[in-house]
C-alpha cells in the first residue's frame, strides 16, 4: 500500500440514494435526504442488507415489539422491546432473523448533515458510547424512558409528512432534543464508566477520523499522530474497548468501500485500486482476495 497526497473520503450512498435503492421512490415529495422516520416490521428492516455499510447515515431502531437478530461486526447480537440499536456509517451489520410481530421505530440521519449541525456535535459519543461501555451498539432503556423517545420519533415522522413553512428548523431542533434525550438515557445507564473517560476519547477520535482518512491512510501511525498519542498506545486503546486492531478496522472500511465500488460504478480494478491508495491493481486484489475469499474481478463478475 502507498500514501498519496490528496484527501479521499468514502463515497457511499448518502441517506436519499440508499433510500431509493431500497424502496425505489422517495419518501416524501421535495425530500431533501436530511432525516426520515418510518415504522419498521420484519419485510423493511430486511432491505436494510441491501445497503447497511455502504449509507453514510446515522440510524436509530427503537424495538417495539417482537425481535430482531442481526451480525454484528461478526458477533450476533439480539434487540428485545425497549432496546435502542444504534447504526454508524461504514459498520458491518447483517440482519439475520426478525419475529413476525417485529415492530421497531427507525429515524435516520444524513451523516455529513447531523456531522455540520453544532447542535449535535457530540454525536459520536452518542452513537459509540454503548460499543465503548457494553461492547455491543444497544442500550436496554426503562420503558418509560422508550416511550418519550418513541414520542420524539413519532413526531419527527409527523413534521417530515407536513407542509408547516418552519418544517426544516423544526426537523433539526426535534432531532437535537431527541439526541439531548438519548445522552440523558446513557448517561444514568453507564453512571460509573467501565471504560475510563481517556480511552473513550481516543476511540471516538479514531473513529471520527476514519471515515475520511482510510482510503489514504492504510497505516496506524497517521491515526496516532492526528490523536498525540503513540501508536502502541492507540493499538491498546481500540483493542482493549472492542477486542479489534485498529487494523482490522481499516481494512473493514477498505473493503466496504471496494465493495461499493466493484458493484455501484464502472471504474476498472486498476482504478479502484488506485482510489484506495493501494500501490497497484495486483496489490490490490491480493488484499481483497485475503479480505473476501475472491479476487476483485471475480466478485463483480459474481454481482452482475
Known sequence: MSKKS???AAIMYTLKEAWIKMHGAEPVEKWDGKFYCNETDAVITYRANETHGY????TFTLVISGWLNIIYNGQPLTLRP???YMYSPGLSVTIVAAS???HGICLLADEHVTIDSPTVHD????AYAPIVQLHQPKVTLPHADALRLAAKMIEIRDYLHSSHIYKDEILRMLYAIFLLDLQDVQEKTFPQRIVPQRTEEIFEG????LPSHFAEHHDIGFYASQLNISSVYLSRVVRQVTGRTVVDYINQFLTMEAVFLLQ???LSIAQIADRLHFADAASFSKFFSRQKGVSP??????RQ
Do not use: P
Open 6 to 8: 490528496c484527501i479521499f
Open 264 to 266: 455501484t460504478s464502472q
Open 123 to 126: 454525536l459520536v459519543h452518542i
Open 297 to 302: 474481478r471475480v466478485y463483480r463478475e459474481n
Open 55 to 58: 449509507m453514510a447515515a446515522y
Open 82 to 84: 425497549d432496546d435502542i
Open 100 to 102: 413476525a410481530d417485529y
Open 206 to 209: 479514531f473513529i471520527r477520523l
